[in-house]
């Protein structure tokens, strides 16, 4: 039986899409305890450069994993969240904290 990946669909494939990469992930550990200011985000993630933070939350944005919720008052302030779509990664986001303890 030959093995073909590459026409077939893979869950795995689909979800390492979404959060993929190098600060996905970090960043929607930041929002999973409550919504923040990029500020708030750009101080936990420091070696993160503005511009890439910035792309990356339109980037979770357009794909339905964050909110980002702008108020009108001055100075501007605009909050990320994590929409219900976002928080049903949460567990996944536990379970792969709790696994990498147990190698320490």
Request: charged share 30%; glycine share 4%.
């Amino acid at each position: 039986m030959e093995n073909n990946l590459n026409h077939a669909y893979c869950p795995a494939i689909e979800t390492i899409a979404l959060i993929g990469g190098r600060w996905k992930v970090i960043i929607l550990h930041v929002l999973s305890k409550h919504a923040r200011r990029f500020g708030e985000i750009n101080v936990r993630v420091p070696s993160i450069s503005r511009k890439v933070l910035t792309e990356q939350l339109k980037e979770l944005e357009a794909d339905g994993l964050i909110s980002r919720k702008e108020y009108k008052e001055l100075p501007r302030k605009v909050e990320y969240a994590l929409t219900e779509y976002g928080e049903s990664l949460c567990p996944l986001l536990a379970y792969i904290a709790a696994w990498n303890k147990e190698k320490v």
